[in-house]
């Protein structure tokens, strides 16, 4: 099942924690993408399927870590020192090679909303 499906999306203070969690079978890079109201989505991170190369964007680097397990068919974000400008729809995606841009992307997640009060 290469359908990536997310979770762990909520509400949370400003300088706070939330891990987001993917299940999807993919075996290339994954990639975590966010899209806040009346904006474009843009990159956050992106993984390799082996776990050992990843990239972020700026505005996650530093306070975000993208993660896998295999054995278990599961990435992860762990998002810390959430800010209010973190607020948007975060979205899962997989089947490309190792890209930043969405178009790359041929499976998207139905997205989890992230809500961060200041």
């Known amino acids: 099942q290469v359908q990536p499906v997310e979770s762990g999306g909520g509400l949370v203070q400003a300088g706070g924690s939330l891990k987001l969690s993917c299940a999807t079978a993919?075996?290339?890079?994954m990639g975590w993408f966010r899209q806040a109201p009346g904006k474009e989505r843009e990159f956050v991170a992106v993984?390799?399927?082996?776990?050992?190369?990843?990239s972020y964007a700026p505005s996650a680097t530093g306070r975000f870590t993208v993660s896998r397990d295999n054995a278990e068919n599961t990435m992860y974000l762990q998002m810390n020192s959430l800010k209010p400008e973190d607020t948007a729809v975060y979205y899962c995606a997989a089947g490309a090679g190792w890209s930043t841009m969405p178009s790359a992307y041929a499976y998207w997640g139905q997205g989890t909303q992230v809500t961060v009060s200041s």
């Open positions: 993919s075996t290339y890079a």
């Open positions: 993984i390799w399927w082996s776990g050992g190369s990843t």
